[in-house]
């Protein structure tokens, strides 16, 4: 089955009055909903707009996979395990907390910054942290730590992309406008429905599923096996 939810829907968050605006797809903090704990790997996908000289102060992770897309501006980085890092639009930035570790996001320039941030449930929990940045990924990232493969699509008008047949595929719309394709309910309708900014889709049935760009668009799309079927 596909679910699709729109930006609108999203829940709010953040901190206005510190310049931080965030709008989270899935239940989080005092936003509890028990029938959207999760998607596949999937525990949060945060889109996240800071003021200049705003940013999140130290604060504490552990047994999560964190992967931020940048979309405008600049994220400084520092965490505890000596990581300081500038993450720029089309980086890739992945904190594997681990046993535990704590980080700073700030944004130290004169423009907004916005970025996508992706929690994932790793496949076994502790361990000791890890961190890379990959600058201006085009393609594909895979994340073996949660069986997940991240597929960042930059696509034209007119131009039709598969979605991945895997067990979960979710499709985060950073930019543009697509269509979904393909008749994912079972009733031969073939409907799916247009994507906007900050649209997302939760696709069970993603054989023989397609995007199409009904504008250029750039869409983040994970693929991920069902963690109840064991490691992989």
């Known amino acids: 089955?596909?679910?699709?939810?729109?930006?609108?829907?999203?829940?709010?968050?953040?901190?206005?009055?510190?310049?931080?605006?965030?709008?989270?797809?899935?239940?989080?903090?005092?936003?509890?909903?028990?029938?959207?704990?999760?998607?596949?790997?999937?525990?949060?996908?945060?889109?996240?707009?800071?003021?200049?000289?705003?940013?999140?102060?130290?604060?504490?992770?552990?047994?999560?996979?964190?992967?931020?897309?940048?979309?405008e501006g600049e994220l400084t980085h520092h965490d505890t395990a000596g990581h300081t890092t500038v993450v720029r639009p089309g980086d890739l930035q992945r904190l594997g907390s681990a046993g535990g570790v704590r980080h700073v996001e700030r944004n130290d320039a004169d423009v907004p910054l916005v970025f996508v941030q992706m929690w994932l449930a790793p496949l076994v929990p502790g361990g000791e942290p890890t961190y890379e940045v990959v600058r201006a990924l085009d393609g594909a990232y895979d994340l073996p730590e949660a069986d997940a493969r991240l597929h960042v699509l930059r696509t034209a008008a007119g131009e039709r992309t598969d979605v991945p047949a895997a067990d979960f595929a979710y499709v985060h719309l950073v930019r543009g406008t697509v269509r979904l394709d393909g008749d994912g309910d079972g009733d031969g309708d073939g409907d799916g429905g247009e994507l906007g900014p900050g649209d997302a889709a939760r696709i069970t049935d993603a054989e023989g599923r397609t995007l199409v760009a009904t504008t250029d668009a750039e869409a983040l799309i994970w693929e991920m096996k069902d963690w109840r079927k064991g490691l992989g």
């Open 1 to 71: 089955m596909t679910r699709i939810q729109r930006a609108a829907t999203r829940y709010p968050g953040g901190d206005s009055t510190a310049g931080i605006e965030t709008r989270h797809a899935f239940s989080f903090g005092s936003h509890y909903d028990p029938d959207n704990l999760r998607f596949g790997a999937l525990l949060a996908c945060n889109e996240e707009r800071l003021a200049p000289g705003a940013g999140f102060d130290e604060h504490p992770h552990s047994h999560t996979e964190i992967v931020t897309w940048v979309v």
